[in-house]
């Protein structure tokens, strides 16, 4: 099926309004702008957000802080969060899989909060110290994945 080949469904095009061809259509000399005013001159309006002089909503809400442009969002798991879930190998799709982690989840950052009392293979793009030890030390591998830079920031 081809954009052109749709029938067209009734009720779905509308005759535009004709203005300015007289009284007798009912749209003639000033065509449904009214008298004079901003909205009745040509490019008249007011921009968007504009609440006629009273100060604005977006110029009444405090604007505090920034948002770091540079800024690298981590979902992050605890190695005590490995002792519930089944399997030996866990990487970012495994998560995702087991819905320990949401789809979105971008980077993946183990931290050290609790004990693991088994021997499993986490692959993660960062670990921390204590996070990297209790794996080794229960007998697994912390593996670090690399983190792709992105074109804008190679050049």
């Known amino acids: 099926m081809k954009l052109d080949s749709l029938p067209k469904i009734k009720g779905s095009t ?5 203005l300015g061809r007289g009284r007798g259509t009912g749209h003639g000399k000033t065509s449904g702008r009214g008298h004079k005013g901003m909205k009745a001159r040509s490019g008249g309006g007011h921009r968007p957000g504009f609440e006629g002089g009273q100060m604005p909503l977006y110029r009444r ?18 190695v005590r969060d490995f002792e519930e879930l089944e399997g030996k190998t866990f990487g970012l799709e495994e998560l995702v899989a087991a819905g320990v982690l ?7 950052k183990i931290l050290g909060t609790g004990e693991l009392t088994r021997a499993v293979t986490v692959k ?19 593996i670090l994945i690399e983190i792709k ?5 190679a050049e």
Request: glycine share 6%; aromatic share 6%.
């Open 149 to 153: 830079k992105s074109a804008t920031a």
């Open 124 to 142: 993660a793009h960062r670990f921390s110290k204590d996070a990297k030890a209790k794996i080794e030390k229960a007998g697994g591998k912390a």
């Open 14 to 18: 509308h005759r535009h309004k004709i």
């Open 102 to 108: 949401r789809k979105s989840a971008p980077l993946l």
């Open 61 to 78: 809400l405090p604007h505090r802080g920034f948002k770091n442009v540079n800024r690298v969002d981590y979902a992050v798991l605890n």
